[in-house]
């Protein structure tokens, strides 16, 4: 199917003729047209696994496609490399920022073009002026001064996109900008993105949120299995449309009917304290009960991975799994106390990328129960029942767990943990940058734990996934708790101006 352009109006910048990659025999893009117009939002919607970030990947000069054409300027582009789509106007900003984070705002801006004075000297003078001018063009308010590694993760994804922007960026391509996010930062990234599309960009907006994508997109292109299902004005949408069009099938994520939990506590938290991040945290979880803390992103909930998990030591307070003391800072009495903490961030702690899918889904069971012969012949064999608990797909046998899409990674990472019998486990963000159906398999895997028995604490920044999974909801802010309420007791605006800082009203 061939976008429709407007009606009347500027040529595209881009055009995208009949593209088609394929790896190891597996097709990725199916003749895929794509238009991108200056001064037009246009999201790119999928599933993990649809092909966007190989489209994205072949308009940035990374991959070259077997087949098709790639068009910019009015110009056929053959043998693009990532200089020459750069040199061109294209450039992307990943979910994963790309920041140098022991350098300045103003360093990481003027990355690859520091002025200079004579003899070689950086003029530093300029550095901050230029790096200043360019946020200041975009309306950011980011003391240029500022070490990278301090700025919030909004804050980040601001500076990679001024850094494009001053580089003279037509198309710029944002990856989940809005990726655990809490409502304000968010609000404040798709107002960035808003003024760029004023000023003339063409913004490639690539998200799993179809709220945001409904409310900011102009352009909506649908790709499933690689391949363009429909591309159309915003305007001509529905969100039930794009997620049949999506998956190719209704997906319904609907909260199961689950008794009153009626058991001991599975995991006790009481006087958790560190340095001005968390003070004074306590919740009590029952095992069967799901309980979830909700705050901005960068809040308390954000730190008990490290402390729960024992990779940080907390200042004061007490941890009881299952009515035992864990001692504080120890990794394996956490693990050894039946308390399992899954991280939100998957790429860094939570999988070895390097690692097949079926040595990362045997890799914590195999060290508790302390495996020291592991037969290769044996692996697919112990690791196909996870695989299909999970419903972890990859497009050949046993791939690095790197190769797959978002949400089998998270699967994959859901699996290793949940099957090795926890009696109490730490959710972080479980359904950070998935797609839909995903998202509703993951939230299902979720029910079955609790109907396990589990005693289920979930940290999210989402105000609707604690909505869909919890039995009660912790808020906290400036490292404290503000409010607590029982998920039936509150409505979803509720619950989100409480984590705002309102009052529910």
């Not at 494009?164 to 990726?179: K, N, S």
């Not at 990859?394 to 998270?410: H, K």
Request: net charge positive; with cysteine; charged share 25%.
């Amino acid at each position: 199917m061939t976008p429709a352009g407007p009606a009347a109006g500027p040529d595209p910048v881009v055009r995208v003729r009949g593209v088609t990659k394929s790896f190891g025999g597996a097709a990725a893009l199916k003749g895929v047209d794509l238009d991108l117009y200056p001064g037009e939002i246009h999201a790119l919607m999928g599933m993990n696994g649809a092909g966007k970030s190989t489209l994205v990947q072949v308009l940035c000069g990374v991959h070259r496609p077997d087949a098709g054409t790639v068009e910019i300027g009015g110009r056929v582009r053959d043998g693009l490399t990532v200089r020459g789509a750069r040199g061109l106007g294209l450039s992307c900003v990943p979910q994963r920022r790309e920041l140098a984070r022991g350098l300045t705002v103003a360093e990481n801006i003027m990355l690859g073009d520091l002025p200079t004075r004579r003899f070689g000297a950086v003029d530093w003078k300029a550095v901050r002026a230029r790096a200043g001018a360019a946020l200041s063009r975009l309306g950011l308010d980011i003391d240029v001064h500022r070490v990278a590694g301090s700025l919030t993760v909004a804050e980040q994804t601001m500076v990679e996109v001024a850094r494009e922007v001053r580089r003279g960026g037509r198309v710029l391509i944002l990856d989940e900008p809005t990726a655990c996010l809490g409502a304000g930062d968010a609000d404040r990234v798709r107002a960035l993105v808003r003024t760029l599309r004023d000023e003339g960009v063409a913004v490639v907006y690539i998200s799993h949120y179809i709220d945001e994508v409904m409310s900011l997109a102009d352009r909506v292109t649908v790709l499933r299995d690689g391949a363009l299902v429909r591309s159309a004005p915003a305007a001509e949408l529905d969100p039930a449309s794009l997620v049949r069009g999506m998956v190719g099938r209704e997906v319904v994520s609907t909260r199961p009917e689950r008794p009153a939990p009626a058991g001991d506590h599975g995991l006790v938290v009481r006087g958790l304290g560190h340095g001005r991040a968390i003070r004074d945290f306590t919740v009590e979880v029952r095992k069967g009960e799901i309980v979830a803390v909700l705050g901005p992103a960068g809040d308390a909930q954000s730190r008990l991975f490290d402390l729960l998990s024992g990779r940080q030591r907390p200042d004061t307070g007490e941890i009881r799994v299952d009515g035992r003391t864990v001692p504080p800072g120890r990794i394996p009495a956490s693990l050894a106390g039946g308390l399992r903490c899954v991280t939100g961030d998957r790429r860094s702690l939570g999988l070895v990328q390097g690692m097949t899918v079926d040595e990362n889904l045997m890799l914590a069971g195999d060290r508790l129960a302390r495996r020291r012969l592991h037969r290769t012949a044996h692996l697919a064999r112990r690791a196909a029942p996870v695989r299909d608990t999970y419903g972890v797909v990859a497009l050949s046998g046993n791939p690095p767990v790197g190769s797959l899409s978002g949400g089998n990674q998270q699967k994959v990472l859901l699996g290793k943990w949940l099957e090795t019998d926890p009696v109490a486990c730490f959710l972080e963000d479980p359904t950070n940058g998935v797609d839909v159906a995903a998202m509703a398999d993951i939230h299902a895997l979720v029910d079955g734990l609790a109907a396990r028995g589990v005693a289920v604490l979930l940290a999210s920044s989402s105000a609707e996934e604690v909505m869909r999974l919890a039995d009660r909801v912790v808020v906290v802010s400036a490292g404290r708790t503000v409010a607590e309420h029982d998920i039936t007791a509150i409505t979803r605006d509720q619950l989100v101006a409480t984590a705002l800082g309102g009052r529910p009203q």
